[in-house]
């Protein structure tokens, strides 16, 4: 009766995990469509609100180590609750912001609450996967990504049915609904020995991590990309309104999760290296073709095409970096994840400032070109073929 009890604790946890996957995904992908009223509203030019976005990836980056600390000291379901708890009420706190540099202090904390929320709640899938032996990670970023989709979407028809603040309360009262229904069944996990948690980190000397975290981090720039400047690229050189402009990343956050779904079989089936070589070419050719696009539907056709092709290169090269040879899983996990986490977050800060002066369009041709580069460098994710083990 034990064993039963465990094994129903864990399967309500593994959904508990699967909600907190979509509730940080909506909250991301509800502030796409809130970019270009953003944008409007501070009177801001791109390079402005590329340096937001950079402090959004700034306080990430920040928060993300602090999750990790914190989770060696109280394990990944307190902090995953208090992550999420704050997180909620992030893109209500950018909504609010009456001026740029409250709106800073804003983005900062979003991306903070959000990366630390990220850290804890992938902590908390490996913590279910060991309760229940086998795999959720990939089918878990596929309810994020489906979260994106359904912020992404609605968002655009509502901010410009009712204002960008009315839908951020709105967001925020789906997003506290669903946390509390969810928080309370998240499993927990044992925390590491003390002596473990405070062995000093070190940097391997390994070159190999390094380019598979060049791999991860090529592979990232161009989802963080369609995320942040894929509407106000559709809206001001496509010539598409606020709630057409949003389903650029809905649809991409769609396809993509539709392909998380099916990642593990995928890769059962062709391995590692094959279905990162053809999801690369996959992804590469579509946002080459959203970015020559004279019409808004077929770019957004095409970046839904170049969803189903990313969905599966992050999660392999950091599978790839968790099982390098002579490198313990969670040092070459750490460097991968933190060279691609830089991707997603710091890099399209970068793409304001050159969209500024050239427009988005030759942008999005150079992000197909770090794609075909990941083609090439497909071989070094032989690393993630490996027999997986039974849980302990």
């Not at 009177?43 to 928060?63: E, P, Q, Y």
């Not at 902090?79 to 999420?84: I, K």
């Not at 997003?175 to 069944?185: K, S």
Request: hydrophobic share 60%; aromatic share 10%.
């Amino acid at each position: 009766m034990e064993a039963v009890n465990a094994m129903q604790s864990a399967v309500r946890g593994r959904w508990a995990v699967a909600a907190m996957f979509f509730i940080n995904g909506f909250l991301t992908g509800s502030w796409a469509p809130q970019i270009p009223v953003f944008l409007a509203r501070l009177d801001i030019s791109k390079f402005t609100l590329g340096l937001l976005i950079l402090g959004f990836g700034l306080g990430a980056l920040v928060f993300m180590p602090l999750s990790g600390y914190l989770m060696s000291r109280h394990g990944s379901r307190a902090v995953l609750r208090g992550f999420a708890s704050v997180a909620v009420f992030a893109l209500l706190l950018v909504a609010l912001a009456p001026n740029v540099p409250l709106a800073a202090v804003a983005m900062v904390l979003f991306g903070g609450f959000a990366g630390g929320m990220d850290v804890a709640m992938n902590a908390n899938a490996v913590a279910v996967e060991r309760r229940l032996s086998r795999a959720v990670m990939s089918s878990s970023h596929g309810f994020w990504s489906l979260g994106g989709f359904a912020g992404g979407g609605a968002g655009g028809m509502v901010i410009q049915n009712f204002g960008p603040v009315i839908h951020a309360a709105l967001v925020t009262a789906v997003a506290i609904a669903m946390l509390a229904v969810a928080a309370p069944r998240l499993v927990a996990d044992h925390r590491q020995p003390a002596a473990h948690a405070h062995r000093k980190f070190s940097l391997p000397a390994s070159p190999a991590i390094y380019l598979v975290g060049l791999m991860a981090l090529l592979s990232m720039i161009p989802e963080g990309a369609i995320l942040d400047w894929a509407a106000l690229y559709l809206k001001q050189e496509l010539g598409a309104d606020l709630a057409t402009a949003g389903l650029a990343f809905a649809f991409f956050s769609g396809t993509m999760s539709l392909m998380r779904f099916a990642g593990d079989g995928v890769r059962n089936r062709f391995g590692a290296v094959k279905t990162l070589r053809i999801s690369s070419l996959i992804a590469a050719f579509g946002i080459l073709v959203a970015a020559l696009a004279p019409w808004p539907w077929l770019a957004i056709a095409a970046f839904s095409f170049a969803g189903l092709g990313i969905a599966n290169m992050v999660p392999i090269a950091f599978s790839a970096g968790g099982n390098q040879p002579g490198l313990a899983p969670g040092t070459g996990m750490s460097v991968v994840t933190t060279m691609g986490y830089s991707g997603i977050l710091i890099a399209p800060s970068a793409i304001g400032f050159a969209a500024e002066h050239v427009g988005f369009s030759p942008v999005f041709v150079v992000l197909a070109g770090f794609l075909v580069v990941v083609c090439l460098m497909s071989n070094l994710a032989r690393g993630a073929d490996f027999a997986p083990q039974p849980a302990e």
